[in-house]
């Protein structure tokens, strides 16, 4: 199954989990289960907007983007990271209307079955799809996935809370446990948010993929060769490396550039992935970078 496949599923399970927790709030009264369905709703908002990035993501370069589409799934996640400050702000205010107006819980029992049943859907679909965006380097899959579990582990809290509130007859508990629900997504919005912002801003690649292309590029090494000014960066699914390789200058172009297609070739295979440019240059000449006077 594609990424785009598990979007689209991720958005029915939306759609089955909102008619879920909406019908538990209904039963009950509880604002912490009211709140547990406005994260559905957040959910399913921040699922489609996932795939029409993915979509868009996976356009081929053209005139106007020739180094293709790929960011474009940043997007996504920042957006589901605002989505869920949005969501927190709504059950926050909810939460204490209610603390300032207490009304008496209904039927919790039903109420709680029904979002237990939801966790289960919203679960099982969050394991297959981290699973989905760690083999297709995904952050939009990967962004819906772990606010899935977020879902997750907020209607286990908020089960947990109000099977408290059947067992104390504490009312009071239902809107502190739905105001720690906010405060819960609003950190994980934040790492959505974070995560998008470094995407966007070149982060170099992680540091075991870095050591895997050190190593790569260690078994080419010799005293005539050597590589320099090794710089990567993360775009969406795709991943790049730029680099300078100096040789013997007495070589000839035909030499060189098969010496470097290997080195690329070795590059793809040991990273999926990978775009590799490689400046082939003298062993005697350097590359000057900033010099006095350049523009910034």
């Known amino acids: 199954m594609q990424v785009a496949s598990y979007l689209k599923l991720s958005v029915a399970v939306a759609l089955a989990t909102i008619a879920l927790k909406t019908l538990a709030w209904w039963v009950s009264g509880s604002v912490s289960l009211l709140s547990d369905a406005l994260e ?18 996976e356009r081929p370069p053209d005139d106007d983007h020739p180094y293709g589409h790929h960011k474009a799934e940043y997007f996504s996640s920042g957006f589901e990271g605002v989505l869920i400050f ?27 079955a029904l979002s237990v049943l939801s966790s289960v859907l919203n679960g099982a679909l969050a394991y297959a799809m981290l699973k989905k965006a760690r083999s297709h380097r995904s952050i ?3 962004a819906d996935a772990r606010h899935l579990f977020t879902d997750v582990w907020t209607s286990a809290g908020v089960v947990v809370g109000l099977l408290a509130v059947m067992a104390s007859g504490w009312q009071w508990l239902d809107p502190v446990i739905a105001i720690a629900v906010a405060l819960n997504i609003l950190r994980e919005g934040g790492r959505l948010v974070w995560r998008s912002s470094q995407g966007l801003m070149d982060r170099a690649l992680e540091p075991e993929v870095r050591a ?3 190593r790569t590029l260690a078994g080419f090494a010799h005293p005539t060769i050597r590589f320099d000014h090794i710089v990567t960066r993360r775009a969406g699914q795709r991943r790049f490396v730029d680099l ?5 200058a007495a070589w000839t172009l035909g030499r060189a550039a098969a ?13 999926p992935g990978l775009r590799a440019s490689i400046q082939l240059l003298p062993m005697d000449v350097e590359a000057h970078f900033d010099e006095p006077g350049d523009p910034l």
Do not use: C, K
Not at 260 to 269: G, I
């Open 259 to 271: 010496l470097r297609t290997s080195v690329e070739q070795a590059l793809m295979s040991a990273v």
């Open 244 to 248: 300078h390789m100096h040789m013997p």
């Open 212 to 214: 895997d292309i050190d």
């Open 140 to 142: 939009a899959l990967e």
């Open 40 to 57: 559905a709703l957040v959910n399913l908002a921040g699922a489609s907007f996932a795939l029409a990035m993915v979509i868009v993501a």
């Open 86 to 112: 949005a969501a927190a702000l709504a059950i926050v205010w909810a939460s204490v209307h209610r603390l300032l107006n207490p009304e008496p819980l209904q039927d919790l029992g039903l109420g709680l």
